[in-house]
């Protein structure tokens, strides 16, 4: 379950890049106008998904979301895949949810009767 939630959330193809290198963003400017990268850094999960820093963290430490650490300082990467698949697991997992809920009470004769 995420918590720590309180911004409004960003596509993912809204997401800017300022802390890349130029060669970078020389590679980001041969796709298509406001696609990121196959890689995203906890700070862009976290944008996404309108959390904190240490909630994207959490998510990722715990398994919860995929990912891969890079380099010699082990900074983690997700894909802008398995990020776009976790946010449909979650609005899938919320619906199941939802459902469940709702058939929990429905043999109740106190919510069923009608008068």
């Known amino acids: 379950m995420v918590h ?3 911004r409004q959330p960003r596509k993912l193809s809204t ?3 300022e802390r890349r290198s130029d060669a970078h963003n020389e590679r980001v400017s041969s796709r298509s106008p ?3 990268p196959r ?3 906890l700070a862009d ?3 996404v998904l309108a959390v904190d820093l240490n909630v994207a963290r959490e998510l990722v430490e715990s398994n919860q ?3 891969i650490r890079i380099g010699e300082a082990g900074q983690w990467r997700v894909e802008q895949d398995v990020l776009e698949a976790f946010i449909e697991d979650q609005y899938e997992l919320r619906r199941r949810e939802a459902l469940f809920a709702q058939q929990e009470f ?3 004769p106190e919510i069923t009767a009608r008068d």
Do not use: K, S, Y
């Open 4 to 6: 720590g939630i309180g």
């Open 15 to 17: 997401v800017r890049h």
């Open 34 to 36: 406001g696609r990121l």
């Open 39 to 41: 890689f995203l850094t």
């Open 45 to 47: 999960v976290a944008d």
């Open 65 to 67: 979301l995929a990912a």
């Open 106 to 108: 429905i043999d109740l």
